[in-house]
């Protein structure tokens, strides 16, 4: 069985802020019971996170839903701080939306498969994000050009952001509670990733 995981990220936030707005959210979090505050070895990808607290339900669509989640070992909360590309994993990204236009560029062919051409200049941006550097390309359709994180990937696919709250195995989180994360992070607009490993 695969470790199943969600990812809130938020796509607006600057390298300066980053720090001060996770310490925010996780506060609220431990404040609110939702997560416990000391760490342990509860998640993947990184190496202690936080556990589910007694108040783990109030953030799930089903409360009442078995929490037979919360015996397994991989069911914490890891923060990420720092440039990431956010990858909801299985598949290929379909399609990828201008801000400006709102234009839809498809990525894929009908058989799933990359248009190369359509991808290349993205792949780019997406090598370059986490090494630092701000791959800005124009939208081929108006001309514009589109600062990395402002992209939008069908589905939310992928995210590019400095900050990431990553909740393994939890149940669906409601989306009541992907708002408040939302308004607590300044109102910065933010993706929900969802995907196996
Ligand atoms: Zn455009």
Same mark, same amino acid.
């Given at each position: 069985?695969?470790?199943?995981?969600?990812?809130?990220?938020?796509?607006?936030?600057?390298?300066?802020?980053?720090?001060?707005?996770?310490?925010?959210?996780?506060?609220?979090?431990?404040?609110?019971?939702?997560?416990?505050?000391?760490?342990?070895?509860?998640?993947?990808?990184?190496?202690?996170?936080?556990?589910?607290?007694?108040?783990?339900?109030?953030?799930?669509?089903?409360?009442?839903?078995?929490?037979?989640?919360?015996?397994?070992?991989?069911?914490?909360?890891?923060?990420?701080?720092? %440039?990431?590309?956010?990858?909801?994993?299985?598949?290929?990204?379909?399609?990828?939306?201008?801000?400006?236009?709102?234009?839809?560029? %498809?990525?894929?062919?009908?058989?799933?498969?990359?248009?190369?051409?359509?991808?290349?200049?993205?792949?780019?941006?997406?090598?370059?994000?986490?090494?630092?550097?701000?791959?800005?390309?124009?939208?081929?359709?108006?001309?514009?050009?589109?600062?990395?994180?402002?992209?939008?990937?069908?589905?939310?696919?992928?995210?590019?952001?400095?900050?990431?709250?990553?909740?393994?195995?939890?149940?669906?989180?409601?989306?009541?509670?992907?708002?408040?994360?939302?308004?607590?992070?300044?109102?910065? %607009?933010?993706?929900?990733?969802?995907?196996?490993?």
């Amino acid at each position: 069985m695969g470790d199943w995981f969600q990812t809130i990220v938020d796509v607006e936030v600057g390298a300066e802020d980053a720090e001060h707005f996770a310490a925010e959210v996780r506060d609220w979090l431990i404040s609110a019971g939702i997560v416990l505050s000391e760490r342990t070895d509860c998640v993947l990808g990184a190496q202690v996170g936080h556990p589910p607290g007694p108040a783990a339900g109030q953030a799930l669509e089903d409360p009442s839903e078995d929490d037979g989640w919360q015996r397994l070992w991989t069911k914490g909360l890891d923060i990420t701080v720092g %440039r990431a590309v956010f990858d909801a994993g299985q598949g290929e990204v379909e399609a990828v939306t201008c801000p400006h236009c709102a234009k839809e560029l %498809r990525l894929v062919d009908a058989c799933w498969q990359l248009i190369d051409e359509a991808w290349a200049p993205f792949r780019e941006v997406l090598t370059d994000w986490p090494e630092g550097l701000d791959g800005v390309i124009a939208c081929r359709f108006c001309e514009r050009p589109v600062e990395p994180t402002a992209w939008l990937w069908a589905d939310d696919h992928l995210a590019l952001g400095q900050l990431g709250f990553t909740f393994w195995n939890w149940p669906s989180l409601k989306q009541d509670f992907v708002d408040e994360i939302g308004r607590r992070l300044g109102g910065h %607009r933010t993706a929900l990733l969802a995907g196996k490993l």
